[in-house]
């Protein structure tokens, strides 16, 4: 059998598809530097992660439980933001609300020594006031404001540290 003759065309076409077909590879560049927290990120996670350990007793870190035990500190685990989405109402199933229940008890106890909080959407408006009722919020401030953001995901950081509230103060200046 006879070869065709190599023609202009022929090469052209060649080229033509070697080159789409390159061209595909190179769109699934994956840059993972892109993914990877600067050393400004670095340096306000590690300043984070040294509050923890000057509040006293446990530390609840709501959306990041594991931040309170990188530093040592019980009382936080992330299975606590699942029932904290949204409101419990009364579609919330039964387990729910019991759950809900336990953690307003549990912050009117005072159970915990600091709670940290990110954006309002990790606390549902069902705990907003037994929080302010029995802690004191103060904003957490990072010297970079654009450091210890995640770089994939959700936007969140850590924005208010919430300590007891000293309620025999609360109570003594609310009587007449």
Same mark, same amino acid.
């Given at each position: 059998m006879a070869r065709s003759p190599i023609t202009l065309a022929r090469v052209s076409r060649g080229c033509a598809g070697f080159a789409a077909i390159n061209l595909q590879f190179i769109t699934l560049i994956y840059l993972p530097h892109q993914?990877?927290?600067?050393?400004e990120d670095h340096a306000a996670g590690e300043q984070f992660i040294d509050l923890l350990?000057?509040?006293? =007793?446990? !530390?609840?870190?709501?959306a990041h439980g594991y931040y309170a035990e990188m530093a040592d500190k019980t009382g936080g685990h992330v299975g606590w933001l699942m029932a904290?989405? =949204?409101? !419990?109402?009364?579609?919330?199933?039964?387990?729910k609300r019991a759950f809900a229940t336990d953690i307003e008890a549990a912050l009117a106890e005072q159970r915990?020594?600091?709670l940290i909080v990110d954006q309002a959407i990790f606390v549902s408006e069902a705990y907003t006031d037994t929080l302010e009722r029995h802690y004191v919020g103060e904003p957490i401030i990072f010297a970079d404001d654009d450091a210890f953001r995640p770089v994939t995901g959700l936007e969140t950081r850590p924005l208010a540290l919430y300590t007891r509230r000293n309620l025999s103060d609360t109570a003594s200046s609310d009587s007449p």
């Amino acid at each position: 059998m006879a070869r065709s003759p190599i023609t202009l065309a022929r090469v052209s076409r060649g080229c033509a598809g070697f080159a789409a077909i390159n061209l595909q590879f190179i769109t699934l560049i994956y840059l993972p530097h892109q993914f990877v927290p600067t050393a400004e990120d670095h340096a306000a996670g590690e300043q984070f992660i040294d509050l923890l350990p000057q509040q006293r =007793g446990e !530390v609840l870190v709501f959306a990041h439980g594991y931040y309170a035990e990188m530093a040592d500190k019980t009382g936080g685990h992330v299975g606590w933001l699942m029932a904290l989405y =949204g409101n !419990v109402d009364e579609e919330a199933s039964a387990a729910k609300r019991a759950f809900a229940t336990d953690i307003e008890a549990a912050l009117a106890e005072q159970r915990w020594g600091a709670l940290i909080v990110d954006q309002a959407i990790f606390v549902s408006e069902a705990y907003t006031d037994t929080l302010e009722r029995h802690y004191v919020g103060e904003p957490i401030i990072f010297a970079d404001d654009d450091a210890f953001r995640p770089v994939t995901g959700l936007e969140t950081r850590p924005l208010a540290l919430y300590t007891r509230r000293n309620l025999s103060d609360t109570a003594s200046s609310d009587s007449p």
